[in-house]
């Protein structure tokens, strides 16, 4: 089998693996689904490498919300969501939220 053919059947079941995971169909049923995005793939972009980009991130920006208001610092916050302190900066332009002071006296010990 030449290096294509090689490279052709892992895409190919890779695609199928992907359908077969996001949707739960059977790997019959998604052979012929996967085999019309290859030949698409293989009609529209013969021999290109491809760049394909990364699904857009979410982030739950209400749980960040309330997470900084509770006093969380913003270093834990971004370990805690998985987020550069700059996107937490996108995301607050006009300064992170503040902890209200009965949080900040809470988490020192008082009340």
Do not use: W
Request: some cysteine; hydrophobic content about 35%.
């Amino acid at each position: 089998m030449s290096r294509d053919s090689d490279l052709t059947e892992r895409l190919r079941r890779d695609i199928v693996r992907a359908i077969v995971d996001d949707t739960g169909m059977g790997e019959q049923m998604a052979l012929p689904v996967a085999n019309s995005v290859l030949a698409f793939l293989q009609s529209e972009y013969p021999g290109q490498r491809m760049y394909v980009p990364a699904r857009p991130k979410q982030y739950d920006v209400l749980e960040i919300d309330a997470a900084l208001r509770a006093g969380e610092v913003p270093k834990r916050v971004c370990e805690r969501f998985g987020v550069s302190m700059r996107t937490l900066r996108r995301m607050f332009p006009h300064g992170f939220p503040k902890a209200s002071r009965s949080r900040v006296h809470e988490s020192r010990g008082q009340v």
